[in-house]
């Protein structure tokens, strides 16, 4: 490069145009290698010579303008150089530097990564840790919660343990003689149901030595009403006006399990009542009698339709409903049909028919007996007592009938709701799929069963005060309804005398009700339930006697004062039953003065016998003699 920028400043043009790496010296001049100092050394004589200008030279020669201007191009751009040059080293520096922090950036970036990697896989792990953490402590709350079902199934089952295993005893009893009570249950319900409650305790006896002669066990306590009906049954039952008696429990058993329709022997018409409501609330019921013009159309409506029908009055069987009673159904095209008359009539599967008769001893051939379901309906003593207690209970101290009644409920819905509980825990027991600790329902129905159990128990113990505070007080009007009852058997058999002598047991009831509604005081000296005794009785004679012969008053008056005597609490002994007889025939005359001081009257019926302003007295009285 020097040479060359010599040889054109100081050669000749000719002389330096004849070498042969001029041209290719000039452009491969290196403009760096011009350094300062030479360019002032070789340049400065040249560059201040004014005549060393690109425009003088080239009027000298064109091809030395060119080179000048060169020239001077070279030197402006070795000032730009040195210009440059420190910014180019910073430059060379700055590189330098930014490859070595490239090259830690790289570095740095390849530590990143791994760490991002490393973060990565611990946020793995962090995320597994987590999830078996969680998972972990959800099985804890499963484990926690078996081990809480447990402790419960444990301590609930054993109690229902104890329990079961008295029932299993028991059960273990009941399936030895299983056979045996059902026998004696079909025979209750085919053969007794026509039978007074005397009789059918004897037949159910029969029945039970017939079984054990046999070799067939029975169970001592069998009974139809505990174990033919729920309590459930029983307290709907009596809240469609059931008489609170056995005997219509029983009757209420074969009304709901009849496979015959049933013939009700009512001559009070209590079950009719009760029919008529308790059907009504499942749907229509239809009252009717054979003597009914249109028998025919309501027995077929009902025959269609499904609804059930109480035939009333029933002293024969009209032969039109011997199809209905044998159940003669045959089915054509899909229907079942049964023939009324010349008519084949639909049959549904829901008609009910109760055959009802007013007649306490009807005439009933062994052809209708044995196509119906004889339900007697006839009051009993028992009955009519259990029947008038309520009464009495219900005017004279409604508090403590209402406590009866809430007894009654307690016990019954106690039984009920404990079959209902054991049933739903068998049903869930058995219902439980894997293990029975999975299931909380188990725990929950054992633990449900268990408070409503201890509910049931309190309520039990709590009934037992309560039931000996009713018993208490029913046992201060026990004479008074026992003496009714018997009173009433005693005006029952007067047909005897007299076909006329016909008193029914609703005007007997509505008799006993208006008495306790009169609210009639005692004196000082008597107990409220012997003055309602004699009021009763005092108005019962005078109630019947009204419509009796006179030459039979002295019998009504003997038996009602020998039903007082003996049922209705007197401290006196009662008339001895063979001066009675001995009377009655004729053996003993004389007329009330005589009744009086032999059979004690005053005693029986109170002072009021003797006094003369009394309705009583003026009434007995008036048969002074008595024609025997």
Known sequence: NG??????????????????????????????SLTRDRKLRLLKPYLDDPKFEPESVKRSSKACGPLCQWVHSQVLFARVLDKVGPLRAELSTIEKDMVATQQQVQQASEELNGLEERIAECKKQYQELISLTQSLQAEMKVVEGKVGRSQGLIQSLSLERER???????????????VGDALVHAAFLAYMGGL??????????????LCEEN?????????????LATPGQV?????????????????????????????????????????????????????????????????ESSLRFG???????????????????????????????????????????????????????????????????????????????????????????PDVDTMRNELLKVRFETTAKQRELEALLLET???????ILDDDTVATSLATLQQQ??????????????????????????????????????????PRLHAVYEFSLPMFVTEFKELLKSKETSSEKESRVRMLVQAFMRRLLCRVGEGMFSEHHPVLFLRLAQVMLEHGGMEQEPLPELEVSDFLQGSVGGGIDQIRKVYRLEQAFGSQVDDSSSPFSQWLNAGAEFPL
């Open 307 to 397: 609804t059930a029908l109480i035939v009333t009055d029933v002293d024969t069987v009209d032969p039109v409903v011997n199809s209905v009673l044998n159940k003669d159904v045959h089915v054509t095209g899909g229907r079942r049909l049964v023939r009324i008359g010349d008519r084949e009539v639909d049959f549904s599967p829901s008609f009910a028919m109760f055959l009802s008769t007013r007649n306490p001893r009807p005439s009933i051939g062994a052809d209708v007996c044995s196509r119906v379901t004889i339900v007697n309906f006839t009051v009993t003593m028992a009955g009519l007592e259990s029947q008038l207690l309520s009464h009495a209970l219900r005017i004279e101290r």
């Open 235 to 299: 307290m709907k039952w009596r809240g469609a006006g059931l008489p609170e008696d056995d005997i219509c429990t029983e009757n209420s058993i074969l009304l709901h399990r009849y496979r015959r329709y049933p013939l009700i022997i009512d001559p009070s018409e209590q079950a009719n009542a009760f029919l008529q409501k308790l059907m009504s609330t499942g749907g229509k019921i239809t009252s009717t009698s054979f003597s009914d013009s249109g028998f025919i159309k309501i027995l």
């Open 164 to 178: 079961w295993s008295k029932d299993q005893a028991g059960f273990g009893n009941k399936l030895k003689t299983l």
């Open 3 to 32: 040479f060359i920028l010599k040889f054109c400043l100081q050669e000749s043009w000719t002389k330096s145009g004849r070498r042969d790496d001029f041209i290719s010296g000039i452009l491969n001049f290196e403009t760096e």
């Open 453 to 494: 159990s201890s509910d049931m128990e309190k309520k039990l113990a709590e009934s037992e005060s309560v039931a000996s505070q009713v018993e208490s007080v029913a046992a201060q009007y026990t004479p008074l309804c026992r003496t009714a009852a018997n009173a009433f058997f005693v005006i029952a058999v007067l």
């Open 215 to 227: 070799g067939v066990f029975v169970a001592e306590e069998v009974s139809p009403m505990r174990d």
């Open 429 to 435: 027991l058995t219902r439980t799929q894997g293990s």
């Open 196 to 209: 007074d409650q005397e009789s059918r305790l004897s037949a159910v006896l029969q029945v039970m030595n």
